[in-house]
């Protein structure tokens, strides 16, 4: 089992820039395939980013990709999201989750195929 804490979250102007952060505890990050899902108010949990365990495989939504970067540093047990052009409509509880599996380079697009998630942390962009 993980347990992971995000942090990083906060209020933004459009255009500027935020870096969520996610800490996982235990020995075994490496086995787990990571990604970050937000939920605005009154929308369902949508995929933003996924990283495989090794971290040589990503993956974005259609509507984060050249403005996310998803990145993990196994040592540390942390994953992080860059995001760059913050949009108004990328306002949303932004939620690190993290799935164990066998395979190295595998990633996964779906919100229900993760296992152990974050609290959540707060992304409001507005002027």
């Known amino acids: 089992q993980v347990q992971l804490v995000e942090s990083g979250g906060g209020l933004v102007q459009p255009g500027g820039s935020l870096r969520l952060s996610c800490v996982a505890s235990?020995?075994?990050?490496?086995?787990?395939?990571m990604g970050w899902v937000r939920q605005a108010p009154g929308k369902e949990r949508e995929f933003v980013a996924a990283i495989s365990r090794g971290g040589g495989t990503t993956g974005y939504a259609d509507s984060v990709k050249g403005r996310f970067a998803i990145a993990r540093d196994n040592a540390k047990n942390t994953v992080h999201l860059q995001m760059n052009s913050l949009k108004l409509e990328d306002t949303a509880v932004y939620y690190c989750?993290?799935?164990?599996?066998?395979?190295?380079?595998?990633?996964?697009?779906?919100?229900?195929?993760?296992?152990?998630w974050g609290q959540g942390t707060q992304v409001t962009v507005s002027s």
């Open positions: 235990g020995r075994t990050f490496s086995s787990y395939a």
């Open positions: 989750a993290a799935k164990p599996t066998l395979d190295y380079s595998n990633t996964y697009y779906s919100p229900a195929m993760y296992d152990y």
